[in-house]
């Protein structure tokens, strides 16, 4: 069985200073791995995915994960926050079925 | 092009009510997934379809939801009767043909407030 431990449920951080949201994933396949956010009163949206390949992955609006597969961990960085990025972020792991797994989130706050 | 396309996006209804909602996903897609997110539970996967067939619906709570997919381009989440437990928000995703990597494409929710 495939789950997903997000480690913080907050983050608050000043504008400007760097940002990591830590997601840590157990599966006994391979996995495809996600980030996705979720701005106030709207659905999710794809902030970046793991396949193959490079392990560091980048995203859309300067974010940037590592997928470690020793330490079965996909953590999510920005080196610069803006307000615009307080949000919720949600890791997921997808194991090539139907079922794509959500960690129950991270609500980062960015403030000025 | 666009989106999945959910209504109602705002529900308030009474203990008792019959709530339909509903999703049109992106042509093309050919899997339909229905999640419930609260702020307790998080974000629950309820039932998928693929190609408009229930695949798994494990995750629907109870006999009083039911999900259907008559056509490839609409699905309905269906609750009857509503309990106040029941107030979530609803979200509608799809994804493509082969698109086994799992990326998923959700609508904006249908928020259900039950009195």
């Known amino acids: 069985a495939q789950s997903v431990t997000q480690l913080d449920s907050q983050v608050p951080v000043f504008e400007e200073a760097p940002v990591e949201l830590r997601c840590n994933y157990s599966?006994?396949?391979?996995?495809?791995l996600f980030w996705y956010v979720q701005y106030p009163n709207q659905g999710l949206q794809l902030l970046l995915k793991?396949?193959?390949?490079?392990?560091l992955v980048k995203g859309i609006n300067g974010f940037e994960a590592e997928f470690n597969k020793s330490q079965t961990s996909f953590h999510l960085r920005k080196p610069s926050v803006h307000i615009s990025d307080t949000a919720e972020y949600f890791c997921a792991v997808n194991s090539g079925g139907f079922k794509t797994i959500f960690g129950a989130g991270t609500r980062l706050f960015v403030k000025a | 092009d666009a989106g999945v396309i959910q209504s109602p996006r705002h529900e308030v209804t009474e203990m008792g009510q019959e709530v339909t909602l509903r999703c049109k996903p992106i042509s093309g897609h050919n899997s339909l997934f229905w999640y419930r997110q609260t702020m307790m539970r998080g974000l629950e996967l309820l039932i998928y379809?693929?190609?408009?067939?229930?695949?798994?619906d494990s995750g629907m709570p109870e006999d009083r939801f039911s999900a259907k997919m008559p056509n490839a381009s609409f699905s309905t989440l269906k609750i009857q009767p509503s309990e106040p437990r029941d107030s979530a928000v609803y979200f509608c995703?799809?994804?493509?043909?082969?698109?086994?990597?799992?990326?998923?494409?959700f609508g904006e929710g249908s928020r259900l407030t039950v009195l």
């Open positions: 793991y396949l193959s390949g490079s392990t």
């Open positions: 379809f693929n190609n408009n067939v229930p695949i798994d």
């Open positions: 599966s006994s396949v391979s996995v495809y």
């Open positions: 995703a799809s994804k493509p043909q082969g698109g086994n990597t799992g990326e998923l494409f």
